[in-house]
């Protein structure tokens, strides 16, 4: 200890002393050497608050990793879309016995299916009409699952029509509203979507498509994967969608953007995210959203910015919570009952 | 194992599970304790956390996060026990509710944030030790070891033991000197 020169830092000795492992000698000569040089005492500074910082860290509260990882990797593989697009490399043992199963339940379900549906279309088919219309009601959604087992959402006042030999050979249909597809996917047998001006082709996919967006035009949100938009008259003049874009026909211009509309989906989703957002977007978001229609009193009152989640709202409860942080009256006209009149001065 | 956050996404979105094995072990710890500022109870805090990481996997293919992976897990996890403490908090006004909460959220996530910071450069400092250097130094600051405790367990001369606490000390300081506290 004597033999200390003051340039070289003598780390072990700092550790004793920061342990309290120092005895009077050595905590002299660590005081000493803090005196010597203004650099040195920072050092000390910054070494105690390194000490502390790792303190820190050992209050935090101890959580089981492990056994919280074994919970949600069980829960994803027992869950059909945790397995099916999983590559396999990145499968553990047990995961690959399950998709194995699997997907032999799933062969000897698609082969009674087959021959059921071989069964109807040989036997049955030819006594029905060659299309089926779907319409869903003025002021609910509905849901529907199409012979391939794509699904279907249809959002309020929406029309779909498709022929009965639907997913032999081709899978057409002609839609007039909004509605959400999921598509099955099937390679040799693209799924195709007729509006009044485009033409929508994908193999397998997620996506929107809205035939009442601005001036009646058709838009297509895409979820997932890829959907092909062309102009309906002129196939050739197409476009590919990707995740997270809007593509839409203007005029004969295919054009895509990306889609900022947080609460695109609200309508199927049910649910409304707003973050300071002004209470006219609001009130046209519900107007959407619930099929309904909402005045506001006055001009100041579109301005007010309202910060709310909603999942699952009833429309009244909604209204309920703009009621609470607005301190608005609301009038809710029950004779029309598609009518909503919020009156109030403004924030 | 380092990676980019777009990277991560990437192999998460195409379905590799032990990519986001890693990220869960990454982030689990200090977000379970970060969801236990909201929620009290640290059980109900594992729960939200393991939901988030259940649907962020469910809803894998469609993620189109454009923030870094630690803002988005921490963002998912406040939104999670805003939502669970929704349940138990109806009829209250919400405006104040959420004002309040907002601004708590920018100063706890931040808080949280650095707090995972922190916890990566620790972690990564103790395994970047030999062996016995991270032993030595775990038993002394985590289970409050004495030198002389430590040499008896370990076999190892009081004299070793310093040496190696020096150099753990050194090796923190070296990593610890770019983490800057607001």
Known sequence: MKRYRENKIRWGLLARYLSGESDNEEAGIIKKWINSSNENNILLKNIKADWEKINSIKNMKKVDVDSAWENVKQRILNSDKGIIPVPERAMVNTAKLFLYRSLRLAASILLVMGLAFGIYKVFVTPYLDNNTIVKSGSDNTSRLILPDGSQVYLNSGTLIRYANNFGSGSRQLFLKGEAYFDVTRDNDNPFTITTNDVLVRVLGTSFNINTRASNNKTEVFVESGNVQLSQKDNPDNNILIEPGYIGALSGKTLNKSKNNDINYMSWKTKYLIFRETDLQTVAEKLESVYNTSITLGSQEMANCKLTATFNNASLDSVLKVIEGSFNLQIENIVKTKDKVIIVGNGC | ?182
């Open chain 2, 1 to 182: 194992m380092k990676k980019r956050s777009w990277k991560i996404f990437e192999e998460i979105r195409e379905g590799n599970l032990i990519t986001f094995e890693y990220v869960f072990r990454k982030y689990y710890s200090t977000l379970c304790n970060y969801a236990s500022k909201y929620i009290r109870d640290l059980d109900t805090a594992e729960e939200v956390v393991q939901e988030l990481f259940y649907r962020l996997w469910e809803k894998r293919d469609k993620l189109n996060i454009n923030v870094s992976l630690k803002s988005y897990l921490y963002r998912s996890v406040y939104n999670g026990c805003l939502q669970y403490l929704n349940h138990r908090t109806i009829e209250i006004k919400y405006e104040d509710y959420y004002r309040k909460q907002d601004k708590e959220y920018n100063d706890d996530a931040l808080e949280a944030l650095k707090m995972q910071e922190l916890n990566e450069i620790i972690n990564n400092t103790l395994d970047s030790m030999p062996e016995r250097c991270r032993k030595i130094f775990l038993l002394n600051r985590f289970e409050g070891l004495k030198y002389r405790e430590i040499a008896e367990k370990l076999s190892l001369s009081v004299k070793t033991i310093e040496a190696n606490m020096g150099k753990a000390l050194k090796l923190f300081r070296r990593n610890l000197k770019n983490y800057v506290e607001a």
